[in-house]
């Protein structure tokens, strides 16, 4: 009998995103996978879940031709019609919400209500990039020159690949496949290499839509694969525009490949996010706040709140009553509906988590909840808070991607602010406070240096009708809302003439 859980009665429900115990990781208009075969597990009891096989290099080179030849038909459908497919995509994401956040939660091992969220993620982004793509466009410009027409004329770079993190398996290929597929690229995917079904099943639904109306796979095609296909892409001067979510250190090797080749990337990388609370603060808005963004998917949001910089007035208070709520958060299996909080992704992660707590308590810190790894099936460590930390120790410096909390107390604006902007990352920071001075201070040149600067809510829990992304080593890439779209596009500046006349710059004149 297979120990495969796709094969438990408990998890039938897989099948109904068209998986089975061995599945083909390779799609370009047909599945395929020569490559090595890989094992998925579930973090909530590192059993395993099904196989995936891989793409193998001359897959990928298969994939990037079909793709190619996908844009052929792709660029030649008017926007709003491009429109219409997203939207039909959404509506088919509609349908599996349910059963495909069950899957994200298995796999990734976030709690079942944050799986469906990221799904209904993806779900309004095509919403959103159906109305763009009505909308998106260029201006007309005011000419110098009588009987000239000067305007901007935006069209789609080719293909976009698409690189991205185990903790969002769904949401954050959906911030890029939509607004790309409205903007006329083709998409190349390569999820993270242990969220393989997740890419399987998403791609399963998308391929649907495409085959539906009798249009070519390749425009939403898949490469599972490990550093080899990612390298692949990278280099790869046919990838138009490469699209890269996951840590500043893999990021910046990304992003230095892909500049060699003179390439466009969009980075989304770490993040050592910063919650200030002042000494005016609401301290019944600040407490669940820190919480759920502290805790909330067991640490490893890119926005996920790491550092917690308190006015000296409110520091013991604030920590008390952080702390009792630590131990109020319910942990069990994910899929539990009430479930707060979940595993770490992997055994690996595990291991982070105490050398981080370790390294903590060298350098001055008290662990004040927390810092032990649970006694259960899989990967659970008990959320954590840590006081007494200098704001420039190197472990409050060092992003760590598990639930810890580093607790640092301050007496004035100017320094908290300094300590926010004084890490390499830049992703996403808030200020609780009620001075409209102060708010508007922390906005302005002198206030957070962050992609995401926010007031009186938490630092993660970002929207998608505005961009998405960060500064510094954060990568500077943005996503989702506002005006992302232009990421996916080139720009011309066109110049009409449409006079008998040709008056020549600087004055030339030709007798």
């Known amino acids: 009998?297979?120990?495969?859980?796709?094969?438990?009665?408990?998890?039938?429900?897989?099948?109904?995103?068209?998986?089975?115990?061995?599945?083909?990781?390779?799609?370009?208009?047909?599945?395929?996978?020569?490559?090595?075969?890989?094992?998925?597990?579930?973090?909530?009891?590192?059993?395993?879940?099904?196989?995936?096989?891989?793409?193998?290099?001359?897959?990928?080179?298969?994939?990037?031709?079909?793709?190619?030849?996908?844009?052929?038909?792709?660029?030649?459908?008017?926007?709003?019609?491009?429109?219409?497919?997203?939207?039909?995509?959404?509506?088919?994401?509609?349908?599996?919400?349910?059963?495909?956040?069950?899957?994200?939660?298995?796999?990734?091992?976030?709690?079942?209500?944050?799986?469906?969220?990221e799904v209904q993620e993806y779900i309004d982004v095509c919403d959103y990039a159906v109305g763009l793509s009505r909308m998106i466009g260029g201006p007309i410009l005011p000419s110098e020159r009588p009987g000239h027409a000067l305007l901007e004329q935006w069209n789609p770079v080719g293909l976009v690949g698409i690189i991205t993190a185990f903790n969002f398996p769904v949401a954050v290929y959906g911030w890029n496949n939509a607004l790309a597929l409205i903007c006329g690229n083709v998409?190349?995917?390569?999820?993270?290499?242990?969220?393989?079904?997740?890419?399987?099943?998403?791609?399963?639904?998308?391929?649907?839509?495409l085959e539906h109306n009798s249009l070519p796979g390749a425009i939403c095609s898949m490469t599972c694969g490990g550093a080899d296909v990612g390298t692949a892409m990278a280099k790869d001067e046919r990838v138009n525009l490469l699209s890269f979510t996951g840590s500043t250190q893999v990021g910046k090797s990304v992003g230095m490949m892909v500049q060699e080749r003179f390439g466009?990337?969009?980075?989304?990388?770490?993040?050592?996010?910063?919650?200030?609370?002042?000494?005016?603060?609401?301290?019944?808005?600040?407490?669940?706040?820190?919480?759920?963004?502290?805790?909330?998917?067991?640490?490893?949001?890119?926005?996920?709140?790491?550092?917690?910089?308190?006015?000296?007035?409110?520091?013991?208070?604030?920590?008390?009553?952080?702390?009792?709520?630590y131990k109020q958060v319910r942990i069990g299996d994910p899929w539990d509906a009430t479930t707060m909080y979940g595993p770490l992704h992997t055994k690996q992660a595990v291991e982070q988590y105490l050398a981080a707590v370790e390294k903590a308590k060298e350098q001055g810190g008290t662990v004040v909840c927390g810092g032990k790894v649970i006694d259960r099936p899989g990967n659970y460590v008990e959320p954590t808070i840590i006081t007494g930390l200098a704001h420039d120790a190197p472990i409050v410096h060092t992003e760590t991607f598990v639930p810890i909390l580093y607790v640092l107390k301050f007496k004035e604006e100017e320094e908290a602010f300094g300590w926010n902007n004084e890490v390499k990352q830049g992703l996403s920071s808030s200020i609780f406070t009620k001075d409209m001075g102060r708010v508007f201070r922390w906005l302005g040149p002198k206030g957070s240096d962050c992609g995401i600067v926010n007031v009186n809510i938490p630092t993660s829990g970002a929207e998608i009708g505005g961009a998405f992304g960060g500064e510094k080593h954060t990568g500077g890439g943005r996503e989702s809302g506002s005006d992302s779209w232009k990421q996916y596009m080139r720009r011309s500046t066109c110049t009409i003439n449409y006079s008998k006349e040709l008056p020549l710059a600087q004055g030339i004149k030709f007798e």
């Open 1 to 117: 009998m297979s120990t495969l859980l796709i094969n438990q009665p408990k998890y039938a429900w897989l099948k109904e995103l068209g998986l089975a115990e061995d599945n083909n990781g390779v799609y370009h208009g047909t599945w395929g996978g020569q490559g090595e075969v890989i094992t998925s597990y579930c973090p909530a009891n590192n059993e395993p879940i099904a196989r995936v096989r891989q793409a193998t290099l001359s897959e990928y080179e298969e994939t990037v031709q079909k793709s190619k030849e996908a844009w052929k038909v792709w660029a030649d459908i008017p926007a709003p019609k491009r429109g219409e497919i997203v939207r039909q995509i959404g509506d088919a994401l509609r349908k599996k919400i349910d059963v495909l956040g069950r899957l994200v939660s298995l796999e990734m091992g976030k709690i079942y209500i944050e799986g469906v969220g």
């Open 187 to 209: 998409c190349l995917w390569k999820g993270a290499p242990s969220t393989p079904l997740t890419s399987v099943a998403v791609t399963k639904i998308v391929a649907e839509v």
């Open 264 to 325: 466009r990337q969009l980075l989304e990388l770490g993040g050592n996010n910063a919650i200030i609370v002042f000494e005016d603060a609401d301290l019944n808005l600040v407490v669940p706040s820190a919480v759920f963004a502290a805790v909330g998917t067991a640490g490893q949001r890119c926005t996920t709140t790491r550092r917690l910089i308190l006015h000296e007035s409110v520091h013991d208070t604030v920590v008390e009553r952080i702390a009792k709520a």
